[in-house]
């Protein structure tokens, strides 16, 4: 921890005021208010719950607000705060396949038990810049927030049980079978990483990493480097109900629910020494609707599985599960990054010191050798 050195505390007192009116911006706009951003910017609030591992939708609009935007310094507030709050409970594993689902497709089967559910997607979308959006913004804005009316109804979600794309696979014997985990899965976030990590604390490590950083991984193993063809056997997104046990009454009782996006993936693999041909899966599973997360997720997990499967390792970095693990956390990189703008005027003088010491040997001995050569 960097302290303040004499005679700095003023420059960063005015330093942290200089920021405060840099997030307020133009007091002639109206401030951003929490539920403005809960509700609008819904997809960067779940990548920082997802990500600083709490789910909890207003105090990540919260952080993104005071982060002026800044997502990985707001998921750097949310873990902070996160190891501020007491733990008072486990709660049940929850049971994705009773998902209320919003959007839920395969990409293996068209008609797929349970229906297509295409949700609220930007996947058919064009791509061009709606400016019809900001002409709305200033007539609501004229017109008043409770006089306007949504452009479309809400749809609602799928209910009941959703059977999984990847049991009809598992019937026929064609995908790998998944053994069950018998033992509870050590939590990262109360023990250091340890290597190997095991498929567990992968999970975990994946599901808390940057996004860009996961995507970036799983692109390489889609173009050539880990030989890996994936298809998305479902992709889920919706309502979970959570459960946890309450000693005094001695049974579980449902404390809430969370919007959960899961993804599994179905890949080709042509058997090994240890595994028949089969497909096999990869496993994404992340706070929010988090699409891009969960599918990048699914071909990591994959990827790192090469042991297990009886695969060669052919040296590309989605394989190396220590390369992936210990630099997919941004809130560590961006620390390790982000000190070196910190004072370093001690280290530097003394490499400065080096620096001159060698060049002046050099030349003393460039100048000691040209002598002998003239004489």
Avoid at 149 to 166: F, L, S
Avoid at 274 to 297: C, D, H, N
Wanted: proline share 5%; glycine share 10%; net charge negative.
């Amino acid at each position: 921890m960097y302290v303040a050195v004499k005679g700095g505390e003023k420059a960063i007192d005015n330093a942290h005021a200089w920021l405060d009116e840099e997030r307020r911006g133009d007091l002639g706009v109206a401030e951003l208010s929490l539920p403005q951003i809960r509700e609008q910017l819904s997809l960067a609030v779940n990548r920082v719950m997802a990500e600083g591992s709490l789910y909890d939708p207003d105090l990540a609009a919260l952080a993104i607000k005071q982060a002026r935007g800044d997502l990985i310094e707001a998921i750097f507030l949310i873990r902070a705060y996160r190891t501020t709050l007491p733990r008072i409970g486990h709660s049940h594993p929850v049971e994705t396949g009773k998902m209320a689902c919003d959007r839920r497709i395969s990409a293996t089967y068209k008609d797929a038990p349970g229906g297509q559910v295409l949700g609220p997607t930007f996947d058919y979308t064009h791509r061009l810049i709606d400016f019809k959006l900001a002409a709305e913004a200033e007539a609501e804005a004229e017109a008043g927030a409770e006089e306007s009316t949504p452009a479309a109804a809400t749809g609602a979600a799928e209910g009941g049980d959703m059977p999984r794309i990847t049991d009809f696979l598992n019937d026929e014997g064609l995908i790998q079978t998944e053994a069950p985990c018998d033992t509870t899965p050590p939590d990262m976030t109360r023990a250091p990483m340890e290597y190997p990590a095991g498929r567990p604390l992968r999970l975990q490590a994946l599901t808390r990493g940057d996004e860009g950083f996961v995507l970036g991984m799983a692109y390489s193993t889609q173009r050539g480097y880990g030989r890996n063809h994936p298809f998305v056997g479902e992709l889920r997104i919706g309502k979970v109900p959570v459960e946890m046990d309450i000693p005094e009454l001695g049974f579980a009782i449902e404390i809430g629910e969370i919007t959960l996006t899961e993804c599994e993936t179905v890949n080709q693999f042509a058997g090994s020494k240890t595994e028949p041909a089969q497909f096999t899966r990869g496993y994404g599973l992340v706070f929010g609707q988090t699409e891009r997360k969960a599918i990048s997720m699914a071909l990591v997990d994959r990827a790192l599985r090469w042991e297990e499967l009886g695969e060669d390792n052919v040296g590309v970095p989605a394989q190396d599960e220590e390369f992936v693990l210990a630099h997919s956390d941004n809130i560590q990189a961006t620390g390790f990054l982000e000190h070196i703008k910190l004072p370093h005027y001690v280290d530097f003088q003394s490499e400065l010191e080096l620096i001159r010491k060698l060049r002046g040997d050099a030349m003393a001995t460039q100048a000691q050798q040209t002598q002998e050569a003239a004489e």
